[in-house]
């Protein structure tokens, strides 16, 4: 324990120290995030304590800008729940984030970042029906802003992230506003397609997430129901394999989107055995039917 941490001042080699502390620890439980969802749910109870640590030695040196990453580690973990009250922790987590990298000046990471909160309105939106609508409005207002911010500085990264968070809104919005239920889907397919293309050889988790949501806006639409099929065989390709292992929460989502598809293709029998290996995935991980993806 370094003499700052025990009450006492510190020098800047001691503060250095404690950064770099900071910085392994944040590391250490980025890696157990991965294996949470891949492997455990339990990796993820061991990646918030060091992200708490991490969290705890940065905040006492006053190191704002060490705080990025971890918070939004400790946010993804708490989304990961499906509990609205651990959502809302999460979205207050996202927005000190965007607050310490907007201090620092640094733009194109407060749109990526904002990414988070969007995602965590969406959640919100998921998990409160009853509120869904303002959830959503924030969401958008917020997405939007962010993809413009991308946009102008042709971060091709952030417009494909952007674009899917939008998209994502949009398939919500479709469920809660029934009267424009198919122009909010073709919005949502046509915001999927352009992330597909602007992750296609850049990054293969996004690009495998924009087609899932193409896959579902497909099966929603009620038709092209052999596009959903290959998309949802090209993310379970990519999700058998990822880091040198599956990741087997993504490849539950597969299945549960197969199931939808399969009902859809009036096929309940195979609906109903694609929701056994999405459900017998998610068991073995430790996360229940209820969690929230």
Sequence with gaps: MTEHRAGRPATDAEREA?????????????????????????????????LKQAEALCRSIGDGEGLVGILG????????????DKILAALSLYTEEVGLLADANREKEVAAYQSNVVMAYRDLATVDPENALAYIGRGLDIGQTALAVSQRLAD?????QGSANLADLCVLLAEHDPDLTDNHLATAATLYRTAEELWDGVDE???????????????????????????????????????????????????????????????????????RQAAGLLERLGFGLGDHR
Aim: glycine share 10%; aromatic share 6%.
């Design 156 to 160: 091709r990264g952030g417009m494909a």
């Design 18 to 50: 404690v950064r770099q502390e900071a910085i392994l620890l944040k590391a250490g439980a980025w890696e157990l995030i991965r294996r949470g969802f891949a492997e455990d749910r339990h990796y993820l109870d061991a990646a918030e304590d060091q």
């Design 73 to 84: 580690g400790r946010g993804a973990i708490l989304r990961s729940s499906g509990e609205k």
């Design 205 to 275: 988790d996004g690009l495998a997430m924009a087609r899932m949501g193409l896959a579902e806006v497909y099966i929603r639409l009620g038709r092209n129901f052999d596009g959903a099929e290959a998309l949802l065989d090209q993310a379970a390709e990519t999700y058998r394999q990822r880091h040198g292992q599956p990741v087997a929460y993504q490849l539950a989502q597969v299945h549960a989107l197969r199931a939808r598809l399969r009902e859809a293709q009036g096929r309940p029998e195979d609906a109903a055995e694609e929701r």
